[in-house]
């Protein structure tokens, strides 16, 4: 053997042996910087029969070796220390060492690959991390972040993407000129932290997934110009990329089985009109791109004297086309295409299901594919319909956005956007997105608003149109990837929640998303507590009906705001259990308004609003005109006074919803329909408020409301004018009797009167007076008591009907009696705050009396202000 082989040998042996002991140190928490295998050890090739013994786990901390003797007499027994504490190494897909520690979040897509979706959350991404996770860089005007998380306050576009808590993935990028988003979710079953470190991930083969970005340009220092998509789909992690689609395909338990037959429901757009619905002349079934002679059974309808078939009102007609058994081209088995050719007229609505369109029971679930627009009832929107039958599989928007911020006095905001929505024929033969037959659907939706400051004159103006059908919507599976077509709540994700008060919760119960708001009062929270302002001990009695509380709180009634869609509910206190889109769905039209500042804080406006619903023949048009003044005088006070007066012809329904304190609750949301008392109707409303300030101890306010619905036209012959006034003057004054004792009397006056619009409705008028004693004496700094006198004349001047409603309350005195004691100390670093006492009220009818009485103690701790 040559010196140089020798050598080359020797090198190599020192080669392989450092080798060798960066594998070991893998073993003895030496961090190695590249994964390397374990190599070969010099030391152990040796011939011989004895144990080859690998360095100790723990080597280099304690310098055991596995045949040395152990004696701890002199040297203490140190305990193991547990190694997994400090997680595990990890390398990136070039080999890179990232970091020995734990992989918090795993989102991989293995494709082709059964349970190829996989997605895993440590329980450590809940217990340290509060189930968010923030990457960020920056240099100079470039920064970035990708945010991870379980509750991300997400928005794109109001017509596009807005949720208060977006489970996923937000990856952002600004630049003084540029801004761009990317979103990116599992949104069926997008997981949670797990349980426990032994916990699976949820690996699933048959998702949902979600994509979207949003990309924003700054052009000159005042205009914005964004452009946004957002798509949402199915995915088979069974099947490779390719054969996978942004359109979405139909696999696992969402295609298992064959169609073997389709049922067509038609059905009045308007019912509530109990005329002239949809008329059907013909029907043909095509299927794969031929007429076939298969005739429906036909169920319901009435026949009309032309020997058609109409569904006017509640009346419904079914077409059900049995293809198991009478397609006979051939075998049913092997379909990719079903389409429907009908000729319809007049007011209708077409749904249809099938044997695989179902709810968990196996139930029939219809769905719907498409509305005539506006009531036509004279034939005359006579058509061809068509439409090819499929399972939803995909729901894309994408839009274009302009922001104009100052340019010469005027501010813009507008925005146009495109859905489509995707749909595929279920068949279990085949399961590519070229052998899955594709049906899609087109709609659209935008706004512009501009404003216009050139003082003393201002202006508005808004133009809107939100398509009927207008989806920001989609199916998801569950684990197993089954769909109820029927359960929104539990399989479906919402692109635009439904938020009214604009808090962290969702107002509707979604599936994997905070539990849905229960308690939704928007315009009506207004010190953000999450608390009603009508209620803010949250107990079981609105405060405008508690003793001493209801000095400082006035009944809704006594409210003042717009009421742009006339149906008596002050719009800012609107819930409407609908998507946060900045216009309603089904609505288009426009809104301008002009006004001048005669002087500062005194305007006059006038305006004109036009809409109508696209589905159905109603509008609204309101010609109106607002005053307001809303000035501060010092040392004296504060004047309001507001008074809109608008002529309106709105025959369109808007049913919301409100929150309400029924007896022994703390509220509910109960759904208001609308009266509709508007359809040609003057309506005038009038506001007036001044609060005192200008006696120092001294405050007094006083409210006027004077609202009138004067009917015009035929409307005289349905409804009658209505009158509602209200008034509520209260005063207070705090006497100062000692350096430790407060003496406060206050005295409040409520008067309503209401005249209803319906004919023959129970009138309102009714006054209250109440006087308010207050006795407060501090006899330690910390500590006090208070004595307290309430006594109320309530006069119903309406006597009691036969049938009263529930909230009839007959003529009364009422007495209250309160005693408390307070005392504020420091307990354990908090604050903490003992009330208790008692309370005492009788109420005296005519002829008969209530007395109740209450005892409290109360502890409550909080950190100091």
């Given amino acids: 053997m040559s010196k140089v082989t020798k050598l080359s040998l020797l090198i190599l042996g020192v080669l392989l042996s450092s080798v060798s002991f960066s594998g070991a140190q893998i073993r003895t928490g030496v961090t190695p910087l590249t994964p390397i295998g374990p190599g070969t050890v010099i030391g152990a090739l040796e011939p011989s029969l004895r144990k080859w013994y690998v360095p100790h786990e723990l080597y280099l901390q304690y310098k055991w070796q596995p045949w040395q003797y152990s004696n701890y007499a002199k040297t203490r027994y140190e305990r193991y220390t547990e190694v997994e504490l400090e997680g595990m190494r990890y390398y990136d897909i070039y080999g890179n060492y990232i970091t020995k520690g734990w992989k918090i979040v795993d989102w991989t897509q293995n494709q082709p690959a059964q349970f190829g979706s996989m997605l895993y959350k440590h329980p450590y991404y809940n217990s340290w991390f509060g189930n968010v996770l923030v990457s960020s860089a920056s240099k100079g005007q470039f920064y970035t972040a990708v945010t991870v998380g379980d509750q991300i306050r997400t928005t794109l576009t109001p017509l596009t993407f807005s949720k208060p808590a977006f489970n996923g993935l937000q990856w952002d990028f600004l630049t003084d000129k540029y801004a761009f988003t990317v979103l990116a979710s599992r949104v069926s079953v997008p997981g949670f932290a797990r349980p426990d470190i032994y916990a699976a991930g949820q690996d699933m083969t048959h998702v949902t997934n979600l994509y979207g970005f949003r990309g924003v340009v700054q052009v000159g220092a005042p205009v914005k110009l964004g452009v946004t998509y957002v798509n949402a789909h199915h995915e088979n992690a069974a099947a490779d990329f390719g054969a996978n689609s942004l359109k979405g395909i139909l696999s696992g338990p969402r295609n298992t089985g064959f169609v073997q037959w389709i049922e067509i429901k038609l059905s009045d757009d308007s019912p509530e009109d109990g005329e002239k619905g949809a008329l059907l002349y013909s029907e043909e079934i095509w299927i794969d791109g031929k007429r076939e002679p298969i005739a429906p059974f036909v169920e319901g309808g009435i026949l009309t004297p032309e020997g058609l078939l109409e569904a006017a009102g509640d009346e419904v007609i079914t077409l059900k086309y049995d293809i198991e058994h009478n397609y006979l081209t051939k075998d049913y088995k092997l379909i990719k295409n079903i389409s429907f050719v009908l000729v319809l007229a007049n007011d209708y609505r077409i749904e249809v299901t099938s044997n695989l369109q179902t709810n968990t029971a196996g139930e029939p679930v219809f769905l719907p594919v498409v509305n005539a627009p506006g009531n036509v009832k004279d034939g005359s929107n006579q058509k061809f319909v068509r439409f090819k039958y499929g399972l939803p599989t995909g729901n894309e928007v994408a839009g274009v956005s302009l922001e104009v911020d100052d340019l010469m006095g005027f501010f813009v905001r507008a925005e146009y956007v495109r859905n489509r929505r995707f749909r595929r024929f279920p068949n279990e033969n085949w399961r590519t997105k070229d052998e899955q037959s594709l049906a899609t659907d087109h709609s659209e939706a935008y706004y512009v608003t501009a404003s216009k400051i050139a003082y003393p004159w201002f202006g508005y103006g808004e133009i809107f149109k939100t398509d009927y059908d207008y989806s920001t919507w989609m199916f998801v599976g569950n684990e197993r990837g089954d769909i109820d077509y029927s359960d929104l709540e539990h399989y479906s994700f919402e692109f635009v929640d439904d938020n009214d008060d604009q808090d962290r919760f969702p107002d509707w119960k979604r599936p994997a998303q905070p539990p849905f708001d229960r308690y939704v009062f928007p315009g009506q929270d207004v010190n953000n507590d999450l608390v009603w302002d009508f209620n803010q001990n949250d107990n079981l009695q609105p405060d405008y009906k508690e003793p001493f509380l209801k000095y400082n709180v006035d009944p809704p009634q006594y409210l003042f705001g717009m009421d742009m869609n006339n149906n008596t509910v002050v719009d800012r206190f609107e819930d409407d259990h609908a998507p ?86 703390k509220g509910i949301s109960e759904k208001s329909s609308d009266p509709l008392v508007c359809q040609n109707t003057f309506v005038n409303t009038a506001y007036l408020q001044f609060n005192y300030t200008g006696t120092p101890g001294l405050s007094f306010t006083n409210k006027l409301k004077y609202e009138t619905y004067t009917q015009r036209g035929s409307q005289r012959d349905r409804l009658s004018d209505s009158r509602s006034f209200g008034i509520v003057n209260k005063a207070d004054y705090s006497v100062k009797l000692s350096k430790r004792a407060t003496f406060i009397p206050k005295w409040k006056s409520m008067y309503y009167y209401l005249t209803p619009p319906q004919k023959g409705a129970l009138k309102k008028k009714e006054l209250s007076e109440i006087l308010f004693l207050i006795f407060n004496y501090r006899f330690l700094k910390n500590s006090a008591i208070e004595l307290g006198y309430e006594g109320t004349r309530f006069k119903n001047f309406i006597e009691r009907p036969a049938s009263a409603p529930p909230d009839f309350v007959e003529t009364h005195w009422g007495h209250v009696l309160a005693f408390q004691f307070t005392n504020i100390s420091d307990y354990l670093g908090y604050q903490l705050t003992c009330k208790l006492g008692f309370r005492w009220e009788k109420l005296k009818f005519e002829y008969t009396s209530r007395t109740n009485s209450t005892i409290f103690v109360g502890m409550y701790a909080g950190a100091r202000d």
């Fill in 580 to 665: 946060d889109y900045p216009f309603k769905k089904d609505h288009a039209g426009y809104n301008f308004y002009g006004g001048v500042e005669v002087v500062p804080n005194v305007k006059f406006t006038v305006g004109y609003l036009d809409e109508h619903l696209l589905s159905k023949d109603k509008t609204s048009r309101v010609k109106y005109g607002l005053f307001t003044l809303d000035k501060d005088w010092g040392g004296l006070g504060r004047l309001q006074i507001f008074d809109m007066a608008k002529l309106v012809k709105d025959n369109i329904p808007d049913d919301i919803y409100t929150w309400v304190q029924p007896p022994l609750s």
